[in-house]
């Protein structure tokens, strides 16, 4: 997995335009993403409050982790490790959580081992 690597090729606008073309939703999961820059830091108001708008109760069990899976990142359409590019084109937005699960999997494959996770309740993003 190379997500840090990836997060530095793309440009930020790239990333905010993928982020609006999807409504703010994570291209797997379709939860709510947070721009890395919103993501307030750890144990602050804007924290809780952040949370609260997320469903996720604050001071609960690993819930600034939680809050933190939603933070939006860069995915490639096709893997850089595939010849994919940085180009808007290739680049989707999905949250960190997904885009952590996906590793080297096609869209497709990571698409149905995430849509299992949530069916499982395993998705931190997803309350079911
Ligand atoms: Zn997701």
Redesign the pocket.
């Known amino acids: 997995m190379c997500r840090n690597e990836t997060v530095r090729a793309v440009p930020p606008e790239t990333l905010q335009r993928a982020i609006e073309h999807q409504g703010g939703r ?6 709510e ?1 947070i721009l890395p820059d919103d993501m307030p830091a750890k144990n602050s108001p804007a924290m809780e409050r952040l949370a609260r708008e997320l469903g996720i109760e604050p001071f609960s069990s690993r819930w600034q982790e939680r809050v933190k ?2 933070r939006a990142t860069a995915e490639h359409l096709v893997p850089h490790s595939q010849g994919g590019s940085d180009e808007p084109g290739n680049i989707s937005a ?6 952590s699960r996906r590793g080297h999997l096609p869209i497709n494959e990571a698409r149905a081992e ?1 849509e299992e996770l949530i069916r499982q309740g395993k ?1 931190p ?2 309350r079911t």
């Open positions: 994570c291209l797997y999961c379709g939860c993403m899976y939603h999905a949250c960190a959580f997904c885009n995430i998705h993003c997803i």
